[in-house]
């Protein structure tokens, strides 16, 4: 097997209601004196009620672009450098908290993260996702030093839309999916590659489990244990399969198909995490496991998640279509070629769609 690395998680990670008081003393403990809070417009109002008051600590803030992008990260790493803040908090989303993380590791000082979405196990990765200004994919950039504080107020993110939620769920079913095709088939797994394989098969089942009282917590914006569970699912239990994995806990075919869905304008206003839940389907007929699709569908039902390339935006469905779709997400970069299961040509992936659509599994 390949040569892998370990970046199992933060230093410190609190969740609990009431969590950003703590906020001035854990950054005195590091000896974070003056800070700069990097958001979003949207984030910086979800999480301004919670704000506390800051008496030791000097902060300034910083609205992000809008972009983690290589551009962003030049000019507030350079913010950084000559305001001599020793310390960066970032409040939002997974591009913010993304470019927090860029910014911190340019620039040698701490990372703090108060995440606003539970859509995504940005909080707890030493990664990066880099896009252009446009917002195209450039690359992702693993970091050798992990965040030094996660600190959620749940209450943010019970608040945060739903579409986001149930997208971020669907974009965590596929930690188990994306890691089980490569770790499979690996006879003697070292230890970290047992946690990684164990927490991907959680997140498939405490997500298959809890989701619908936590959409329900989301709906009434009222707390509730199964919301909990979701959340530390999709941002702890999500950013271990990757950390303890490393490359064969991220992305496979699921995450390709979202990709080559991307060629399609039609699904451009479609969320990451329903492209890559319908990209798990795709998958699944591509690895021949169509009970396996059989058993999910009625989940997917239940709460909402795109089952057809209808559900994502595509109107009208021909061969010139999924082929351009097939033809990107099977290109030599892409991460469907991980799959140990063959050559994984665009004919095959072109097929797998037709066969997905065809059997009327909706």
């Not at 990670?13 to 979003?40: C, D, M, P, S, T």
Request: net charge negative.
């Amino acid at each position: 097997m390949n040569a892998f690395s370990v970046h199992g998680a933060p230093s410190e990670y609190i969740l609990q209601e009431g969590a950003l008081n703590l906020l001035e003393e854990k950054l005195l403990e590091r000896g974070l004196k003056k800070i700069l809070v990097v958001h979003g417009e949207k984030s910086w109002n979800a999480a301004k009620a919670f704000w506390p008051v800051l008496s030791e600590v000097e902060f300034d803030e910083y609205t992000y672009s809008g972009e983690c992008s290589i551009e962003e990260i030049t000019v507030v790493s350079e913010i950084i450098k000559s305001q001599s803040y020793n310390g960066v908090v970032g409040v939002g989303g997974g591009k913010v908290l993304d470019l927090v993380k860029a910014v911190c590791d340019t620039t040698r000082v701490q990372a703090v993260l108060i995440p606003t979405l539970a859509s995504n196990c940005s909080p707890w990765t030493p990664l990066s996702v880099l896009y252009d200004g446009s917002g195209a994919f450039i690359r992702y950039d693993v970091y050798p030093i992990c965040t030094s504080l996660v600190l959620i107020e749940p209450n943010i993110l019970v608040g945060a839309p739903l579409d986001l939620f149930i997208a971020g769920i669907g974009d965590t079913l596929a930690k188990w999916y994306e890691a089980d095709v490569q770790m499979a088939g690996i006879v003697n797994k070292p230890v970290p590659l047992q946690i990684s394989h164990y927490t991907a098969r959680q997140c498939k089942d405490l997500i298959i489990e809890h989701s619908e009282e936590a959409i329900k917590a989301v709906q009434t914006g009222m707390l509730n244990d199964e919301f909990i569970k979701v959340a530390e699912t999709i941002i702890v239990l999500g950013g271990m399969v990757g950390g303890f994995g490393d490359h064969y806990g991220r992305i496979a075919g699921a995450h390709s198909i979202h990709n080559g869905l991307t060629a399609l304008e039609e699904t451009h206003h479609a969320l990451h995490g329903n492209k890559v839940a319908y990209g798990i389907l795709v998958q699944l007929v591509l690895e021949g496991k169509l009970t396996e699709i059989e058993a999910l569908l009625p989940f997917y039902h239940r709460i909402g998640l795109p089952v057809s390339l209808k559900n994502i935006g595509v109107k009208e469905i021909s061969k010139e279509l999924v082929t351009k779709v097939a033809e990107k997400a099977t290109i030599k970069a892409e991460s469907i070629h991980v799959m140990p299961i063959g050559q994984i040509t665009p004919n095959r992936v072109e097929d797998a769609i037709f066969e997905l659509e065809k059997n009327n599994r909706i």
